[in-house]
Structure formats: C-alpha cells, structure tokens
C-alpha cells in the first residue's frame, strides 16, 4: 500500500542549482498539491492540480513549477534555488478535504 | 481573508492528563474542518474532519473535536493522553467545495512523564 511516494527525501543543492522533486500516488486522486513547511509557518501550498493537464498556483508559487501530465504524477521543480528555498516539501493527494501525505522531502539551498 | 488561529504553539502536559488544543477560525460563510497530526519525521495524517451534521466530531486515537459556530472554533480534545500522542497538531479550514485548505501554524503537544 504505497499511498504517496515522495523522492528524494534529503537533497543539498547550491544556489542557481535547478532540480526536480517526484512525487507519485496509486490512490487514483483527481487532487494533488504541493506544500512547504517551515518552523512556525505552518504549511504553506505552493502548486495545486486537480486533475491531468490541469494546474493552477497557491500561496508561494515563486520559483517553483509544476506539471501534471498523468494522474499518478506530479513534479515539483525549482528553476534556479536560492536559499530561502531551503525547507520541508510536502507532496499530498486527496479526495474531498482528505489530503494523504507523502514522508516529505527536506532541502537545504547553500 | 479566512484565516486559522492556533493559539498555542506548545501545549505541555503530564501523561494521562486531559488536553485541549485551540484553533480558531475566520470566516462568514459556511466551513470545513480538520485536524491533521505529524509525528516526528513523517507526513501528516488526517485526525478528524467536520463537514456537517453533528457538531461534537470523533477521530483516530481517542481524540474528538467540537465545531462551535458562534464562537468560530474548533477546538481538539483528548481525555488521556499518553506518550504516543507527541506530536504537532494542525487545524485547518475550507469554505469551498475542492477543500482547498488555509491551515493554522501548528501546535506542539508535549507528554511529561
């Protein structure tokens, strides 16, 4: 029962380095969104999808982009990391407010 | 704007006390509720929800959560808690049918031995 898989779950990157975040789900949701969690902040979303071909921005889009060409994916890309990027990705897929999360994963920007 | 309150950003109690988490809520219209839990180094994982109906709402882990309307609040209650429930509680809200959720900041449930 693999729920959301979220890879790689540890990545140190430099500054003006660009990466991609995976992230997979087998549950068939039509809803998948994109979290940073950093201390005292709460969740923050940054790109949301409901559905394939189908995405649209939240709270703190700046410097990521997202695509979403199956169901099953949906990857999170930093275009040219900065340190303020350094944080905790969530990745969750839901279905009627019910949003299950994936292990996350923690970058640091140098 | 909606918004979430969680009033406390750390609640310690002793081991089978009663705990209370605060959140509160803004919002005119009608909302969806939630509670979601993180343990240490794991994703969160949904508590309770309230999306209508009776207003005292029961979860996982004993936990339950009371929707008070006119004092927008939704506040978490455990009756005992023990060690195992160490962890950060959210609260979150939804006005509109996708529940695209505003959260609060988190609190921090700390259990003294």
């Known amino acids: 029962n693999a729920g959301v898989t979220q890879t790689p779950k540890f990545q140190v990157l430099k500054t003006g380095q660009s990466m991609t975040l995976q992230c997979a789900q087998d549950?068939?949701?039509?809803?998948m969104s994109w979290y940073r969690q950093d201390p005292g902040m709460g969740l923050r979303l940054i790109h949301y999808?409901?559905?394939?071909?189908?995405?649209d921005q939240g709270e703190v889009p700046n410097g990521y982009n997202v695509s979403r060409s199956t169901t099953e994916d949906f990857p999170l890309r930093l275009l040219s990391a900065a340190p303020s990027q350094t944080s905790v990705y969530f990745c969750?897929?839901?279905?009627?407010?019910?949003?299950?999360f994936g292990e996350g994963s923690r970058l640091t920007v140098l | 704007a909606q918004s979430v309150t969680q009033l406390d950003s750390q609640v310690p109690v002793f081991e089978e006390a009663p705990v209370e988490l605060r959140c509160n809520y803004s919002?005119?219209?009608?909302?969806?509720l939630f509670w979601y839990v993180q343990y240490p180094n794991q994703g969160l994982q949904l508590l309770l929800k309230?999306?209508?109906?009776s207003t005292l709402v029961k979860g996982i882990n004993g936990f339950e959560a009371e929707f008070n309307k006119s004092q927008t609040s939704f506040h978490l209650r455990k009756p005992s808690v023990h060690i195992s429930d160490t962890a950060e509680y959210f609260c979150?809200?939804?006005?509109?049918?996708?529940?695209?959720?505003?959260w609060g900041a988190g609190t921090k449930l700390i259990i003294k031995p």
């Open positions: 969750a897929s839901g279905l009627g407010g019910e949003l299950f």
């Open positions: 309230y999306l209508s109906g």
């Open positions: 999808s409901v559905g394939a071909g189908i995405t």
């Open positions: 979150a809200v939804s006005e509109d049918s996708n529940y695209q959720l505003i």
């Open positions: 919002s005119s219209v009608s909302v969806y």
């Open positions: 549950m068939n949701h039509e809803y």
